[in-house]
């Protein structure tokens, strides 16, 4: 025969088990039991062209496991004393080798870069640039594609593909900064 009161207690759900644990499962330096290193979040590995559709894939991934603060800078690595520091190494770096899937040849051109934001800033100088022959690439693709064999769905896609990347890369090219070094002024002629 059971007791009024052990009928009133309800078996805790998993978030309220990790949470009693003191794994907070909202922050970025919690590791889902899923997450292994081995597990590329971006379907094929960069091999240094279409950087744009590839940056965004690796954003959507690392945003969806909350680990953008990795790249971007918001999560810092805290003092070495610190209790949190062993969980922000393994999250940087499962965020480094899970979420970059790099070809070989690249990989080992970042092999030493010590974190994850330093790796990101170091893809971006690299990869991330604007220029006037990307441009006018893109721009003849449009100009020179027809539908011909193609399906009006594949047609449409192709075209929308193209489309979405030059105004990516425009968007880009336009700052608002004072420089005067002439660079601005040149960026806006190649276009």
Avoid at 28 to 37: F, I, R, W
Wanted: contains cysteine.
């Amino acid at each position: 025969m059971s007791t009024g009161e052990d009928d009133n207690q309800s078996t805790p759900t998993m978030t309220e088990s990790l949470n009693q644990s003191g794994v907070d499962t909202s922050s970025p330096l919690y590791m889902h039991p899923s997450d292994n290193p081995g597990a590329a979040l971006v379907p094929a590995p960069f091999d240094g062209f279409c950087y744009q559709s590839w940056r965004r894939d690796v954003i959507r991934a690392l945003s969806v496991k909350n680990k953008l603060g990795f790249i971007n800078g918001e999560c810092k690595r805290p003092d070495p004393d610190s209790s949190k520091f062993c969980l922000w190494e393994m999250c940087d770096v499962w965020s480094h080798r899970g979420s970059f899937s790099l070809t070989k040849e690249i990989a080992d051109s970042v092999e030493y870069v010590a974190n994850t934001f330093e790796l990101w800033r170091e893809l971006e100088d690299r990869y991330d640039q604007t220029n006037g022959i990307k441009l006018y690439q893109i721009q003849k693709e449009i100009n020179d594609l027809s539908q011909g064999s193609l399906d009006i769905t594949s047609y449409y896609t192709k075209m929308k593909k193209l489309w979405e990347e030059l105004n990516t890369l425009i968007v880009k090219s336009h700052c608002n900064c004072n420089c005067s070094c002439g660079a601005k002024e040149s960026m806006h002629k190649a276009e």
